[in-house]
């Protein structure tokens, strides 16, 4: 079952901050974040494993709520290039092959 | 360092047909895995392969198929091509298996478009 992400679009000016949820009907194993821009592949940002962790890359960083069964991926001090679709992917039930969410289309203003 | 690479970039075939992709990923990188994004699907999980080896397989019927060779490069193979299995098909390679529960990075390659008319 596909993870919900929200919310489904957030329109940001430059240096202000967001916070794009997944969440699962399922206890996670593992969640997998990446963006998309329009026309290109996905880049990987990062892999959390269940246990509560926090990671960051840059100014982008994202927690794992193994009791809420859901992640956060937080961006702060947005930046121009931070425009695009982020997606998660949830891992769950025993396997670590992940299942989509629909995406959360971020665009960030001058 | 090269990135991943994918041949074809854009594909047309008609249905009833059968197409081959291929994918090399970065110098090194044993763990090859393969997606599929569609705008009524979105992302959705193919297989993994891992030295020669198919380690894992999402939720797709047995006419997708795939291998990967001693050089870690790696094609997949769609038979009896449907209208829905018209997609942007994308590869992404690591060092150790992307669906082993480790946290290593993925890397994307372009991507092969392909259209089933």
């Known amino acids: ?110 | 360092k090269a990135g991943v690479t994918q041949t074809p970039r854009y594909l047309i075939k008609t249905r009833g047909q059968q197409v081959t992709l291929s994918c090399s990923p970065i110098s090194g990188h044993r763990s090859v895995s393969w997606y599929q994004q569609t705008p009524g699907q979105g992302l959705q999980f193919l297989f993994e392969y891992f030295s020669e080896t198919q380690r894992n397989k999402g939720n797709f019927p047995g006419r997708f198929s795939g291998r990967q060779f001693s050089n870690s490069r790696s094609e997949m193979n769609v038979s009896t091509l449907e209208l829905g299995d018209s997609a942007l098909y994308l590869c992404a390679s690591s060092l150790i298996r992307a669906t082993s529960g480790s946290t290593d990075t993925q890397y994307f390659g372009p991507g092969t478009r392909l259209t089933v008319l």
Not at chain 1, 16 to 26: F, G, L, R, T
């Open chain 1, 1 to 110: 079952q596909q993870p919900v992400q929200s919310p489904q679009a957030v329109i940001l000016r430059e240096g202000e901050d967001a916070v794009i949820n997944c969440s699962s009907s399922k206890a996670l194993y593992s969640v997998h974040w990446y963006r998309q821009k329009h026309g290109e592949a996905p880049v990987f940002l990062m892999i959390l494993l269940k246990g509560g962790e926090q990671k960051g890359h840059d100014k982008i960083s994202a927690s794992f709520n193994e009791k809420k069964q859901q992640s956060s991926l937080y961006l702060t001090a947005s930046q121009l290039s931070y425009s695009g679709t982020y997606f998660c992917g949830a891992a769950s039930g025993g396997s670590y092959i992940p299942t989509f969410g629909r995406g959360t289309s971020l665009i960030v203003h001058p």
